[in-house]
């Protein structure tokens, strides 16, 4: 089992470009997140999604869009890229267990710069 | 406003001593609480966890201390080994069975053991 896996590990952006960062899973998990880490800050959740097809907004989402097409992927874009987004983005997911709140097991981590 | 404070950006501990790490919370909604160790370069990883309905959760070396009354929460780690070191965050959730976690966390404290 590979976890959770980001790709890519590194991107540099200009202002204004565009991108799309992947995260895949293969222990078959329901919820999946993005979350931003940013220095002297903990991790904050972009946004997240609950199954195939569907996402919702966290903490921070301005600035950034999700799509959830297949299971073991989510996808987080970045449609004009600016400064403020430079960041380490972490992905993560979570099994659906009816019996408590379950952890979240997180993927290596995307290093943005934009410049 | 941070809802998840850690308040001791770094911590310094011998080889073999107990470490204690802390953490308070403003948010009474929360009642699920978790502690992850992030090495550099590498995403969190989950280390232990406590329910509100506890105190205290034990494992191996690591032990949790959930004080309500005092939305606070305490992570020891006996004895300490120089592995342990790595940046610890608290998070916190209000543990919704059956659904996303969405996870808070704190700013992270930064654990180093020395030998």
């Known amino acids: 089992n590979a976890g959770v896996t980001q790709t890519p590990k590194f991107r540099v952006l200009k202002t204004g470009q565009s991108m799309t960062l992947l995260c895949a899973q293969d222990?078959?998990?329901?919820?999946m997140y993005w979350y931003r880490q940013d220095p002297g800050m903990g991790l904050r959740l972009i946004h997240y999604s609950v199954g195939e097809g569907t996402t919702a907004k966290g903490e921070v989402p301005d600035g950034y869009n999700v799509s959830r097409l297949k299971k073991q992927n989510f996808l987080l874009g970045l449609e004009s890229a600016a400064p403020s987004q430079t960041s380490v983005y972490f992905c993560a997911s979570s099994p659906w267990t009816s019996g408590s709140t379950d952890t979240q097991y997180f993927g290596p981590g995307t290093r943005l710069t934009v410049l | 406003d941070q809802q998840v404070k850690q308040n001791s950006p770094s911590l310094s501990v011998q080889e073999g001593r107990i470490s204690i790490l802390n953490c308070d919370y403003t948010n009474s909604m929360f009642d699920y609480f978790l502690w992850y160790k992030k090495y550099p370069a590498e995403g969190p990883t989950f280390l232990i966890s406590?329910?509100?309905?506890?105190d205290k959760n034990e494992d191996g070396r690591f032990t949790v201390f959930l004080n309500k009354s005092a939305k606070h929460l305490s992570l020891h780690i006996v004895p300490s080994q120089p592995g342990d070191s790595a940046v610890y965050f608290c998070?916190?959730?209000?543990?919704?069975?059956?659904?996303?976690?969405?996870?808070?966390f704190g700013t992270g404290t930064r654990l180093q053991v020395t030998l």
């Open positions: 222990m078959n998990h329901e919820y």
């Open positions: 406590i329910s509100s309905i506890k």
């Open positions: 998070a916190a959730s209000e543990g919704l069975t059956g659904t996303a976690s969405k996870l808070t």
